[in-house]
Structures are given as structure tokens and as C-alpha cells.
């Protein structure tokens, strides 16, 4: 009888995991992204279309994450993976061009190219 092996977790499924699990703590308490992206009041909190927005990316990214991890090798999560580049990407370029201060705007598009050029380097990787 041959024995089974199992591959070694994928660097994609990796950053599918961190993903998933900072996204799912920005569902429950969006101020996580409000706070650095300068979009919270003197008491610390976002307003309420502020929080539903940052919710509506959590729950996306958390699908997405989720997915990376989720999807077998091979085509599925190559585009599970591509959702989270063009996500970060696309992230990079509103946040980095709309939030209300200078130093936010760069914080935030630094953060998103990194984490989107991250994941499309471990893409490439062949694991």
C-alpha cells in the first residue's frame, strides 16, 4: 500500500490565513482601520457609514482570504489569489489618493501595495 503524503501549506494559503483574520477583527471593530486611516472622531470611534464601509471590506477580504486558503493548487486559487492582488491594488490607489491627510493616505497605500505585491510574490512561487 503507498503512503499518502501531504504538500507542505503554501505561502499563498498563508497570507489567505492572515488575510481571512485581519479582516474578519475589521468586521467586528472597523475603528482597527479607522484609527490609522484618520477616520475616526476625538472619541476614537468612526461614524456609522464610516464603520459599514470598512465592514463591507472586511467581509470581502475575509471571503477572499478565505478562498486563498480554501482552493486547491492550480487555477482556483491562482484567481483567489488575483482577487487579493487587484483588491490590495485597487485599495492602494483610493485610500492613497482619498483619505484626509497626507500622512494616512501614504500609511495606507504603502501597507496595501506591500501586502498586494507580497501576495503576488508568493504566486509566483511554485509550492
Known amino acids: 500500500m503507498k503512503r499518502q503524503t501531504s504538500k ?14 485581519y479582516s474578519a477583527a475589521l468586521v467586528i471593530r472597523p475603528e482597527i482601520l ?3 486611516c484618520g477616520l475616526t472622531g ?10 459599514l464601509l470598512i465592514r463591507a471590506i472586511g467581509a470581502r477580504d475575509t471571503v477572499i482570504g478565505t478562498a486563498m486558503m480554501l482552493a486547491p493548487r492550480g ?19 483610493a485610500f492613497g ?13 504603502v501597507s496595501a501595495t506591500l501586502w498586494g505585491a507580497l501576495c503576488a510574490a508568493a504566486a509566483m512561487r511554485k509550492d
Open 8 to 21: 507542505p501549506i503554501a505561502a499563498t494559503q498563508v497570507l489567505g490565513l492572515a488575510t481571512a483574520a
Open 34 to 36: 479607522a484609527r490609522p
Open 75 to 93: 487555477t482556483a486559487r491562482s484567481w483567489a489569489v488575483g482577487c487579493r492582488i487587484v483588491a490590495d491594488f485597487s485599495d492602494a490607489v
Open 42 to 51: 476625538s472619541d476614537g470611534r468612526a461614524e456609522r457609514s464610516t464603520r
Open 97 to 109: 489618493t482619498m483619505l484626509p491627510s497626507r500622512g494616512a493616505r501614504a500609511k495606507a497605500a
